[in-house]
C-alpha cells in the first residue's frame, strides 16, 4: 500500500505539488476564521432556572419553588446533577447534564417540564425563566455608564431601555445583564390613617387600582364597505392619570387616589448596587456571549456598536468599557503564538545543522507548515478555537511532526548518492525501505495520547483539544511525508555521487560519544547499576511531588469577594466598599476598581446584600514597582484591609471565580461539603471543620457559607382568633404583603418603555414592629381590627440560604490553597477531619472544587495508562514478531518517567493535568527511538555482522536521527519553557516533564538499550 502511494506521489509529481500547496493555502484561510479564545471553556452543559418570589423568606422558597422544580427535573434524560440555592425572594435551580449534550436540547426539556409545574408555584412568585444560553467564560465585556448632569434613575432608564436593546442585538450575544443605578417606577405611598378615614381597606385599593388601568379590545364594526378595529383605551400613561383613579365615593363625593396616597417617580426597591474606582455608584452593564461562540469576534463588534451608540446617546452620557476578556485572549494566544514561531525557527536551526545538506532541509523543514496548516483545517471541521491548549499541542509536537520527514528525506538522499539507481527508482526504494517503519512509529505516537481522549468531564474538554491538535499534525506529517516528499525529493534532490561526508556538528558529537559508548560496553554492570540507582532516585522523588489540578493561570485581574455581616443594609455595605475601593486605589499597581454588590438583574450570578464582588485591574507586571509577584501584592491587598472589622475575604480571579461556581457550585479552589438535614447540626459541624482547616498550612480565605444568621420578622397567625372573627387567612395575607413588601399592579408605557405601579404604606408606617402590629384587618362586619390581635408578631433568627444537591441540604466549608500543592494540603487535612470531628449518621462529608477535578482526572489517567501502552506493545509486536524487543524498548518509559520527575522537582513546580499529559508525549518520543535503534540493529545481524559490530556500526548510523529526534522536540518545546506571558503558567509543567524526561530517554536509547539487547541476546543464544 505504502509502495503505492510512493509510486502514484511520483507519477503525478506535478500534481501532489500543486495539491501539497493548495492543502497549505487552505489551512491558512482555515487559520483565519479559526475562534480565539484563552482556552477550551469547560463549563458543563448547565440549564439555570430562576425564580422570583418577591418578599418571600428562604424557607417558603425552598419549599414551594425550588423543591418542586428539582423533583420535576429528575427522570430527565441525561441527567448528571442537580443543585439548588434558595435565598430571600429568589430561587436558582441548576440542572446539570451529561457532557457532549446539545445545550439547546437540554435547554427544551427543561422549559417542558417547568411547563408542568408551573400551577403549582405560588401566586407571588413570578414564572420560572431560564438563564441565559452562557458559560462561565461568557462574560467577556463588562462596562459603566457616565453623565455628568443625569441622576442615576435617568442613567439607569438610559441602559435598560437603549443601550442593552442595542447591544443585545450583536451576534452572538446571549445576553446583557444591568446593575446599580435606580429603576424608575410609579410608586403609590399609601396612608394607613387616610384609609381608616374613608374606612377603606388596603386590599379594595389594589382592586380599585387593577379595575382603573386596563385596556381592551372590542374587535371589529364594519360601517359601509369599511371595517373599524374597536379598541378601548385605560391604561393609565401619567401620574396625574394615577392619582384621578376614583376609589369610592364617600358621603356623595368621590374619593380619589390622591386623597389617601401619594404618587410619585421613585427608585425601585433595589437588591444590589455598582461602584467604580470609589466614585460612587454607577451604572454597569454585563455582557455575556452565547455558548460555544468566538470570544474576539463577539468583543470585536461590540466595540463597534459600542462607538455607534456612544454617538446616539444623550449629550454628556457616554460608554466606559472596564472589563473586557479580549485583551487577555490577546495575550494568551500571543504567548502560544510566539512559543509556535520560536519553536518552529529553533526547530529549523536544527534541521540544517544536523541534516548537512540544504536541499534535503528545506524539503524536511516544508513538512512543519504543512502539517500545522492541516491541523488548522481539521481543527475548523470539528470547531476547536486557537487558544493556550491547543496550539500547546502543536508546540508540543513541533519535534515530532518532522521526524518522519526527516528519516525518509535522509534516505533518499543517501540512496541518490550511494546505489547505482536511477533517480526515480531509488526514491522509490528509499521510501519502501523505511515507509512502513514511519507508519507504525506515527501510528504508535497518536496510539500514545489514547489517554488525553479518554478524559472526561472539566479535564476532558480542557485537554482534549491537545490530543486532536498533535494527531492532526502527526497525521498531516504522514501525509506529507508519505505524498509529498517524494515528489519534491525527485524535482529538488540531485542525484550525483560523493564522498560520504557528515555535518561537522554530527562529526565532532561522534568523536566524543563512540568512544564513551565502547567504554560502556565494557563495563555495562556498572552502567546499569547507575542506571537503577538514578531510576530509585525518581520513585523515592515521587511521592514528595505536590499534585494540583492545573496551574494558576495569570488574568492579569483580581477578582476579591468581601462578605461582611449577614444582616447589613445595603446602604451600608455600599458605604463600606466604596471605603474599600478607595483605600486599593492608593495601591499604584491599581489601575481600576469595579464593584458589583448584591444582585441586579436575574440572569447571572445572584449574590446578598452583603455580599461585594470587586473587580481589579492591574497594570502589566513588568511594570510593577513595588511588588515582585502577585502574591505579594494580595499580602498587601489583604493587610490594608485589615482594619475593616468583621471582612471576610476571598482572593481569586473573574475567569477562575466564574467557572470554579459554575463547576463545582463554589467560589474557591477547595470545597468542604456537608450533607445533612438539621441546620444546628450542620452550623455546629462546619465551625469545628473551618477551625480546623484554618489551622493547617497553606490554607488562605478559610470561610463557612453564611447559610444562617439573617434576622426575620415572623407574623404567626392565630387561628383561633381569625375563625373567631371570621377573617379569612388569604386576606390577611393580602394585606401584609401590599402594606409592607409591596406589590405591583400594572405598567405605565412610555412609548416602548414601560416601568412598574408598585404600591404599599408609606414608609414611616411600616418602618419596625410597631407598626407592623398596627396593621388594619378589615373584618366582614365592615369593622377593622389591627393585626396584633390575630397574630403573635416576633423577632428571630433564621436561614440566610438553603442549599441542595441532589434533593439534599449541603452547607460548604471552602478555602483557596496558597503556597503548597491541593492533595497534600487535602490529605492532611482529612486525616486531622477523621480524627477529631465525629459526625451523626446520615450526615457525609464531600471533598469538591478543584480537588475533585484532581482526583477524577488522576483516576482516568492511572486506568487508561496501563491499557495505552498494553496496545503500544502489541502494535511493536506486530512489527518485531518477539516479545523480548518489545520488552527492550519498553524499557525506555520508566527512564524517561525518570528524567521528567526529577525535572519536576528540581523547577519546584506540582504534579499536574499538564504534567501528566507530558508524561505522557514522552511515551511517544521514547518508543520511537528505540524502535528506530532496535531496527537497525537487527537489520545488521541479519546482513551477517556480529553483535558487536551491529552494536557499534548501529549506534554509529542512527546516531544523527535519534539526536535530531530529541534535539527538535527540546528546542521546539524550549519556548514554553523560558516565554513569559498569559498562558505560559499552563504549558510550562508539560514542557518541563518533557525537556527532563527527553534528556534520561536519549540516554537511555543511545547507551543503556543496546547494552540491554546486548545482555538479552546473548542470553538467549
Known sequence: MISKIINFSLKQRLFIVLATITVAFLGFLAFQNLPIDVFPDPSPPLVQIYTEAHGMAPEEVERMISYPIESSMFGLPRIKNIRSFSSFALSIVNVYFEDNTDIYWARQLVSQRLLEIRNNIPEQAHNPVLGPIATGLGMVYIYYLEGEGHSALELRTIQDWLVKYELKSVPEVSQVLSIGGDVKQFQILVSPHSLLKYNFTISDLVEKIRENNQNVGASFITRGKEEYIVRSVGLAQTIEDLENIVIANYQGTPVYLKDVAVVQILPAIKRGAALVNGEGEKVVGMVLKLFGSNTARVIQNLELRISEINKSLPPGVKIIPFYNQASLVKKCFSTVS?????????????????????????????????????????????????????????????????????????????????????????????GEEVGRPLFFAIAIIILVFLPIFTLTGVEGIMFRPMGYTISFALVGSLIFTLVSVPALSYFFLKKKKNRKQEPFLIKNIKKVYLPFFELCLKNRKKVFFVTFIIFIIGLLLLPFLGREYIPYLEEGTLHLRATLDPNISLQETISLTTSIEKTLKNIPEITGILSRIGRGEVGSHAHFVNDAEILIKLKPVEKWKKFKNKNELIQEIEHRLERFPGLNLNMTQPIAHNLDELITGVKAQLAIKIYGEDFDILKEKSIQIKDLIASIKGAADVQ????????????????????????????????????????????????????????????????????????????????????????????????????????????????NIRGRDIVRFVDEAQKEIDKNIQFPPEYLVKWGGQFELQQRANRRLTLITPITLALVALLLFTIFYSFQEVLIILINIPLALTGGIIALKISGLYLSVPASIGFIAIFGIALEDGLVLLSEFQRRLKQGNSMKEAIIEGVNTKLRPVLMTTFTTIFGIMPLLLVKGPGAEIQRPLATVVVGGLFTSTIVTLIVLPLVYQSLKKAKD
Open 704 to 815: 463557612v457559607e453564611q447559610f444562617t444568621g439573617q434576622n426575620h420578622i415572623q407574623i404567626v397567625l392565630n387561628r383561633e382568633k381569625i375563625a373567631r372573627y371570621g377573617v379569612n387567612i388569604s386576606e390577611i395575607q393580602e394585606t401584609i404583603e401590599a402594606a409592607i413588601g409591596g406589590i405591583t399592579l400594572g405598567q405605565i408605557y412610555e412609548e416602548q418603555k414601560r416601568f412598574d405601579i408598585f404600591l404599599r404604606f408609606e414608609p414611616e408606617f411600616r418602618k419596625d414592629i410597631e407598626q407592623i402590629e398596627n396593621l388594619l384587618i378589615r373584618l366582614p362586619n365592615g369593622g377593622q381590627i389591627p393585626l396584633i390581635h390575630l397574630a403573635s408578631i416576633k423577632e428571630v433568627v433564621g436561614p440566610r440560604v438553603i442549599s441542595r444537591e441532589n434533593n439534599k441540604r449541603f452547607i460548604t466549608i471552602q478555602c
Open 338 to 430: 510566539t512559543n509556535l514561531i520560536l519553536g518552529i525557527s529553533l526547530v529549523i536551526i536544527v534541521l540544517f545543522l544536523f541534516m548537512g545538506n540544504f536541499a534535503s532541509a528545506i524539503i524536511a523543514v516544508f513538512s512543519l507548515p504543512f502539517s500545522i496548516l492541516f491541523s488548522f483545517i481539521m481543527m475548523q471541521r470539528i470547531n476547536l478555537a486557537a487558544d493556550l491548549i491547543s496550539f500547546g499541542g502543536l508546540a508540543i509536537g513541533i519535534g515530532l511532526i518532522a521526524d518522519a520527514a526527516i528519516i525518509l528525506t535522509e534516505n533518499i538522499h543517501r540512496h541518490l548518492q550511494f546505489s547505482g539507481e536511477t533517480k526515480l527508482h531509488a526514491i522509490i526504494s528509499a
